[in-house]
């Protein structure tokens, strides 16, 4: 079964500072990760997709990669702001299918 | 991208009573997947809602206690039965479009 593992599990940062979060998995053979940004009673925002072929994905201030060999992700934001601060998910399908999640990463962007 | 409309956003319910969650999607998405987020853990899938037939239920789940609808490609529900205060979770839906899977915003349910 698909294990996915998310550090730190809690972050606090300036506003203005790079950051990554970490993702990993134990089962290389993956059909694609995503990356969700999770806000209180809004449910689950995409961000980012990597598709199993892909190295890495990039959307505005937000940059994902992707090692597949090692069962690793990585989401980079540049230029952290307040309004970044949520949970942040990593999940991974080892089918064109459901998702497997990670616990996630709290991240707060102090002003 | 599609848009999941889940409602209701949150309920409190009385044990041993039962709730119906239901989701409408803006377009036609191939598959739906209802999602169980218990507090402080990531999600977990609770089944695949399949169009016109029978879900398919993840291991530990099963149709007496989660039966779920899906009689069309944008509409399903799922109904918590028989509810104990251990069900006591953020209950999501969510939507395959090509690759990308997208939420509802969730029902917070509490059980007293």
């Known amino acids: 079964k698909q294990e996915v593992t998310q550090i730190p599990a809690a972050l606090s940062v300036p506003e203005g500072e790079n950051l990554v979060l970490n993702c990993s998995f134990t089962?290389?053979?993956?059909?694609?990760l995503q990356w969700f940004r999770q806000d209180p009673g809004k449910g689950l925002t995409s961000l980012l997709l990597?598709?199993?072929?892909?190295r890495e994905q990039t959307s505005g201030r937000l940059n994902a990669s992707l090692d597949k060999s090692s069962g690793r992700s990585t989401l980079y934001i540049a230029a952290s702001q307040p309004g970044d601060s949520a949970t942040y998910l990593c999940?991974?399908?080892?089918?064109?299918?459901?998702?497997?999640f990670g616990k996630g990463t709290s991240l707060l962007v102090t002003p | 991208s599609a848009v999941i409309s889940q409602k209701p956003s949150r309920d409190i319910c009385q044990r041993g009573t039962s709730l119906t969650i239901q989701c409408q999607v803006d377009s036609q998405v191939t598959m739906m997947f209802w999602y169980r987020q218990q507090p402080g853990q990531s999600l977990t899938l609770i089944a695949t809602?399949?169009?016109?037939?029978?879900?398919?239920?993840e291991s530990g789940f099963v149709i007496d206690k989660f039966p779920i609808s899906r009689p069309n490609l944008t509409f399903s529900t799922l109904t918590v039965s028989n509810m104990s205060p251990e069900d006591s979770s953020i209950y999501l839906c969510s939507g395959r479009g090509n690759e990308k899977l997208f939420f509802g915003s969730g029902t917070q349910l509490s059980v007293l």
């Open positions: 990597i598709q199993s072929s892909q």
């Open positions: 999940a991974v399908a080892n089918s064109g299918y459901a998702l497997n």
């Open positions: 089962d290389s053979a993956i059909y694609n």
């Open positions: 809602a399949n169009q016109g037939s029978e879900a398919t239920y």
